[in-house]
């Protein structure tokens, strides 16, 4: 890959032009997120209802994509609060608000377009920040952190979801277990049957969608001159997940989160409400017995070694 002078810039504007690419697809792209992330981001909604009461608050829910967090917490912290959904699309945040504006929330739904940085929030301004699958694509997460604890209010919460925990990966065995899944679903014959299905019904083929994503992003970077050559496909990943151990299917054990690590460093006088990691076959969704069997076992094994981790906190009064 070309050496640019600022990296920082260059995976922020990657982020963005991938961002405003997949805004349309996201969703079906994404089936880890909007289906195995429901009920925790359901859990909690019931903890802010109870936690806030009949106090009228704002909510900050950075990194909003499609709507997915803002969809399921809206109906249930109550009603006459201010909801500020951000994300560095315009199209990803346009979509939000197309799905948002279909159902009736009393709310206060601002929507606005940047990263934490750039949108200027003051000290001590928000009651609950909500970040779901947002730090690996970020190129100072610290930086990111610091900030976070620096806009929330006294007795606020923050909840962080869906991150790669850096602890699955230095996991021998879990690691090893990962990779055999991935290979045996990569090369089974159901994925040949499905490939063939979506032939036969005009369905575009996810690896055809995967390129064509691929291509249009690096067309909107030429556009906007932030690159000189078209970037491969695996580069593009290694930019937009540029934290993630496994960004272009390639797995780096010294990248992801050690969760204590970002308590203990970020968020040090913190009441830990819940700390958990999950997902211990990795992106392997267990659609079977035998894997859940095998998820079930690992997780009583290795609790603080799944492959995703949340974090719900709450800032000393």
């Known amino acids: 890959m070309k050496e640019y002078k600022n990296k920082d810039t260059l995976v922020k504007r990657v982020n963005m032009a991938f961002s405003e690419e997949e805004a349309e697809i996201y969703d079906d792209r994404h089936p880890e997120i909007l289906i195995e992330e429901v009920d925790r981001w359901k859990e909690f909604g019931h903890f802010v209802a109870r936690t806030f009461g009949d106090k009228k608050i704002t909510i900050l829910d950075i990194g909003t994509g499609t709507g997915f967090v803002p969809s399921i917490i809206l109906p249930l912290v109550g009603e006459g609060n201010r909801f500020i959904c951000t994300d560095i699309s315009a199209r990803m945040l346009e979509i939000a608000r197309e799905k948002l504006s279909k159902s009736r929330y009393q709310t206060e739904i601002i929507y606005k377009v940047g990263d ?38 006294e007795d606020g919460v923050v909840m962080i979801a869906h991150e790669p925990n850096k602890l699955f990966f230095k996991n021998r065995l879990l690691r090893s277990t990962y990779v055999l899944l991935e290979r045996l679903n990569k090369y089974t014959k159901i994925e040949n049957y499905r490939r063939k299905i979506m032939k036969i019904f005009g369905k575009e083929d996810s690896q055809n969608t995967h390129r064509s994503l691929f291509e249009r992003a690096n067309l909107r970077l030429l556009n906007d001159k ?46 830990r409400i819940k700390v958990i990691t999950y997902s211990h076959l990795g992106k392997i969704i267990p659609r079977n017995v035998f894997l859940r069997k095998l998820n079930s076992i690992f997780e009583k094994r290795y609790p603080y070694e799944g492959s995703l981790f949340s974090l719900l906190l709450q800032k000393p009064g």
């Open 226 to 271: 932030v690159i000189d050559e078209p970037l491969n496909s695996d580069e593009i990943e290694q930019l937009v997940d540029v934290c993630s151990p496994t960004a272009s299917f390639k797995m780096d054990r010294e990248k992801g989160f050690d969760p204590d690590q970002i308590v203990k460093g970020h968020f040090p006088n913190y009441k």
């Open 116 to 153: 934490i940085e750039s949108l200027h929030f003051g000290d001590g301004s928000i009651d609950v920040i909500t970040i779901n699958s947002v730090l690996h694509h970020l190129p100072r997460p610290h930086r990111f952190l610091q900030r976070v604890d620096g806009v929330l209010k």
